[in-house]
């Protein structure tokens, strides 16, 4: 069983810059690989990035390619998503997600292939 609880939303002006958290129990973080998703209201739950379990693979949402960053540490089990050059688009709640596998071979960048999610965080860029 994982747990994941995300941190850091808030409110930001476009081009500022925001840093979430999303800390996990259980022990086997470090064996999963975890994922941003992000829902507007009214639209359908997204893609946003995803690091493997080692941290050596990452993937990213075209929509946000060399403005995001996602990286982890297994020592703290956490994963972060540091979010650079925010557009009022990038308003939405944004939830941390890990792998239903363990050691997975592969970045996974849909939904299904999460079994375990935090609650949210609500980030909202203002115009």
């Known amino acids: 069983q994982v747990q994941l609880v995300e941190s850091g939303g808030g409110l930001v002006q476009a081009g500022g810059s925001l840093r979430l958290s999303c800390a996990a129990s259980?022990?086997?973080?470090?064996?999963?690989?975890m994922g941003w998703f992000r829902q507007a209201p009214g639209k359908e739950r997204e893609f946003v990035a995803a690091?493997?379990?080692?941290?050596?693979?990452?993937a990213y949402a075209d929509s946000v390619k060399g403005r995001f960053t996602i990286a982890r540490d297994n020592a703290k089990n956490t994963v972060y998503l540091q979010m650079n050059s925010l557009k009022p688009e990038d308003t939405a709640v944004y939830y941390c997600?890990?792998?239903?596998?363990?050691?997975?071979?592969?970045?996974?960048?849909?939904?299904?292939?999460?079994?375990?999610w935090g609650q949210g965080t609500q980030v909202t860029v203002s115009s």
């Open positions: 259980g022990r086997t973080f470090s064996s999963r690989a």
């Open positions: 690091i493997n379990w080692r941290g050596g693979s990452i």
């Open positions: 997600a890990a792998d239903q596998n363990l050691y997975g071979g592969y970045v996974p960048n849909t939904s299904y292939q999460y079994d375990y």
